[in-house]
Every structure is written in structure tokens, then in C-alpha cells.
């Protein structure tokens, strides 16, 4: 039974040096819309995009569950749009097992992201059901959203991003919140059952059987710039979606973040969720993966420590087994049958393990330092990042600064060290990072 507070004895204690930290700024090219809503305006003149949508036609609209910047913002526009040419929109969760895997809990995700009925100006519908549309030549069944499936036809709204789990020309985006996202938990565990290794070539043999049996639209897809805004906005045709979304993936992959270092002895994240990543936090960023899966990516991180969850998230903690130590914290604010519902379905269990638990963020970042082997505390590499969504003003310990001033194309020194700072209960004062300048997408 865990309480409150730990206690434990640790040989020497935690009463470290630490070295001091700089805030950097990473540079990356950031072009950025000006204005979601014209964008989305801008893309419904097309043609091949309007005389899709026909008067008093009731259109579905799927929304996912990943906190997409400006979600909300461009939903509304999408909903504008059709009702202008006469639809009937209606938004529904297409977020598999997300939300605890509830029509109550899925709703509350699209809340938090102010995608309700009242801003976006038509009903939200939210129900678990599925319905069989089809088989697979395997004998695989396809489901669908009882409120999609019923529907004149269906549209999406999804980020365009790398996966976290496997690496194909189409990743996370359309394809997947057709197949995974309006499968709800029925069909994303049906599909997780073959393998993320293979969704490569499973997602889009899915996608084209329900093209073939329902009316798809198209899917807006949104593509973000390092710095988690808005870079582009594509309104692709069901008939185009092989084509343009490979393109679409690709250029995410090129304006998405890292931190560029090879290694790093420490990452301190303080916050993870489902609104942040898919894994809680992404390996993308962080370099660590779930057992089992081919895993390349730099840099390498000797010990993670993860100090709290998101708010959005309400207590789905899934990815928290990639770290190594967490905080009590983060422990208490855990909802295990919320991340239970999320670990289960993806099949990769260890996403759901609890790391070494500390007391306070001060406890947890000193004992993932005392624990990095051969490299005195006062010569620890430290990273510290808000969220793995949020890595352009990131701080570093002052043993990394030879590497930044040696790389001025990919950093800039913001302000003088300081050391870590920590209020009278251990817990870490938050990062501040000035406002930035963006060049026009």
C-alpha cells in the first residue's frame, strides 16, 4: 500500500549539487498561419472540396483526442462551412479508447479542448457504439462509429504527425482516425491485435474498405511547426488521401521538433498526457520507446524524470513506464482505469508500468542525477522540458554549454544560469519562456 509519503533509505541521501541551468532556445524554421479560419475558408473554394457536400446532406465530422493547437478554432470554421452549403453537420469523438474508453469521457476530452456545441455550432454526439461494415479478405472486421456509420456521409479533423510506434509513408492522420479513431475501443483493439508494425500497410488496407463502403468526404488535415502552431491546413478529398497525405506526413516530420543532442544524461519533463502524445510523451522527442519496438531515434537518454501529468488528460498517465523515476504527485492523479482502457487496447503493456515514485519533483530529479553511473552530480547533463510538445525554450545544465556555443545555427543562450529552483515542499517553479517571433507559413 502506498500512502502519502515514502520513506526509503538511500546510501549517501539526495542531498546533491545540481548543476546550474541555462534557458536555450532551439532553432528550427516555424512558418505559421495567420489565421486558421481563413485557411480553412480558403480550402472549402475548392471545387473538388465543396460539390462534395450536398444541401440537407448529414454530415459526421470526426475529432480526435490529441490536443491539436487551434482544434477548436478550425472545427468551427469546418462547421461554418457546411452548414453555408446547406449540410447538416454533426461532431462525434473519433478517439478509440481514449476518454476511459466512455461516450461520457470522450465528451469531456473534446470539452477541454473547447470543441462543445455552444463554439462550434452544431450538436456533439458521443456514444461507444459501433457497427460492422464490413470483412477484410482475412475475415478481420471493420467497425465504425454507430454515428458515422448512420450518417449521409463523413468528414475528419486530425493532426498530421510522425507516430510514436512504428514508421510508414502514412503515420498518424487521416488514415489512422478512419480506421483506429471511429473504430472506437471495439476497433482500435481489433487493429492493435495485428501489431504496430504492421499498420504500415493494415491502416490503409482498412481505410480503403471503409472508402469503399460509406461516403467519406475528406479529412482536414493540420500540420504544426515546432513550436506546436498551426503551419498548414488541407482540406484532402477521399480521392486524394493516398496521395496527399504521404506528403503531408512528410513535411510534418520535416518542421517537427528535437532536442539536438546525441546524449543526455537527465530529461526532466514536467508534465505527460494523451493531449501531448499518443504515448503520454513522445519518443520522438525523448528517444525512448516501448520494449520490443525498433527504435532509432537520438537522443540518447540515460534517465528520464517525469514530474506531472496535464490537466487535459484527466488522469490517463499512459507512456509513463518510458520514465524512469515520477513524482507522488503524479502517482496520486493517476486514473488507472482510464490508462488501463488506453494500455490494454494498444497491446504494449509496459506503457502502463509505474517507475520509481518520489516524493517531490526535487526528490525525483536528485535521484535520477545520483543515478546516472561514472558522471558526478555537478557534471550531469540535463535537459528540462515543460512537455515533449513544447521543446524550442528548453533549459540545460551548464556541463552541455561548450556544445551549444559550438552550434549557434541551432541554439541561442536566453539569460544568465540559475540553479533549479524549488519552493519550501519540493516542487519545481515552473519554466517561463518569452514570447518568439514566427515567420509567416
Known amino acids: 500500500m502506498i500512502g502519502d509519503r515514502i520513506d526509503v533509505n538511500i546510501a549517501g541521501g539526495l542531498d546533491i549539487p545540481l548543476p546550474r541551468m541555462f534557458h536555450v532556445r532551439q532553432k528550427f524554421q516555424m512558418p505559421r498561419l495567420d489565421s486558421v479560419s481563413t485557411a480553412v475558408i480558403e480550402e472549402f473554394k475548392k471545387p473538388q472540396v465543396r460539390d462534395k457536400v450536398k444541401p440537407g446532406m448529414t454530415i459526421a465530422v470526426g475529432v ?120 472506437k475501443i471495439i476497433g482500435a483493439t481489433t487493429l492493435h491485435t495485428y501489431g504496430m508494425d504492421m499498420f504500415g500497410e493494415l491502416l490503409p488496407k482498412t481505410a480503403r474498405i471503409i472508402m469503399d463502403k460509406k461516403n467519406f468526404l475528406f479529412g482536414v488535415g493540420m500540420v504544426e511547426n515546432a513550436a506546436d502552431e498551426t503551419a498548414i491546413i488541407e482540406v484532402v478529398p477521399q480521392e486524394k488521401v493516398f496521395e496527399r497525405e504521404p506528403l503531408l506526413q512528410a513535411r510534418a516530420k520535416e518542421l517537427m521538433p528535437r532536442l539536438q543532442f546525441d546524449e543526455i544524461d537527465v530529461l526532466v519533463v514536467e508534465k505527460i498526457g494523451k493531449n501531448i502524445s499518443g504515448s503520454g510523451m513522445d519518443p520522438n522527442i525523448t528517444g525512448r520507446n516501448c520494449r520490443f519496438i525498433e527504435w532509432d531515434v537520438k537522443p540518447l537518454v540515460k534517465k528520464i524524470a517525469v514530474l506531472g501529468l496535464t490537466p487535459e488528460t484527466h488522469g490517463n498517465a499512459t507512456g509513463l513506464g518510458a520514465a524512469d523515476v515520477i513524482t507522488m504527485k503524479l502517482y496520486k492523479d493517476i486514473d488507472i482505469g482510464k490508462t488501463y482502457a488506453n494500455i490494454i487496447t494498444s497491446t504494449y503493456l509496459d506503457g502502463g508500468a509505474i517507475p520509481i515514485i518520489m516524493n517531490t519533483d526535487q526528490e525525483a530529479i536528485q535521484l535520477a542525477v545520483k543515478t546516472v553511473v561514472r558522471v558526478k552530480p555537478e557534471d550531469t547533463k540535463i535537459v528540462r522540458i515543460a512537455t515533449t510538445l513544447d521543446v524550442v525554450d528548453i533549459h540545460v545544465s551548464e556541463p552541455m554549454l561548450p556544445f551549444i556555443k559550438a552550434n549557434p545555427s541551432m541554439f541561442e543562450i536566453v539569460g544568465d544560469s540559475e540553479p533549479f529552483k524549488f519552493d519550501a515542499n519540493g516542487n519545481l517553479y515552473p519554466m517561463l519562456a518569452p514570447q518568439r517571433a514566427h515567420a509567416p507559413a
Open 64 to 183: 480526435g483526442s490529441r490536443g491539436v493547437n487551434n482544434i477548436a478554432e478550425c472545427a468551427k470554421a469546418v462547421i461554418a462551412e457546411l452548414k453555408a452549403l446547406g449540410a447538416k453537420p454533426v461532431i462525434f469523438p473519433a478517439m478509440g479508447s481514449h476518454g476511459g474508453a466512455t461516450a461520457e469521457g470522450q465528451k469531456e476530452v473534446l470539452d477541454g479542448y473547447g470543441v462543445t456545441e455552444e463554439f462550434v455550432g452544431c450538436p456533439v454526439k458521443s456514444n461507444m457504439e459501433v457497427v460492422e461494415i464490413a470483412k477484410a479478405d482475412d475475415g478481420m472486421p471493420v467497425y465504425l462509429d454507430k454515428h458515422a456509420a448512420g450518417a449521409d456521409a463523413i468528414a475528419l479533423i486530425c493532426r498530421v504527425k510522425p507516430h510514436t510506434n512504428f514508421r510508414a509513408p502514412i503515420e498518424s492522420g487521416i488514415v489512422k482516425m478512419l480506421t483506429i479513431g471511429m473504430g
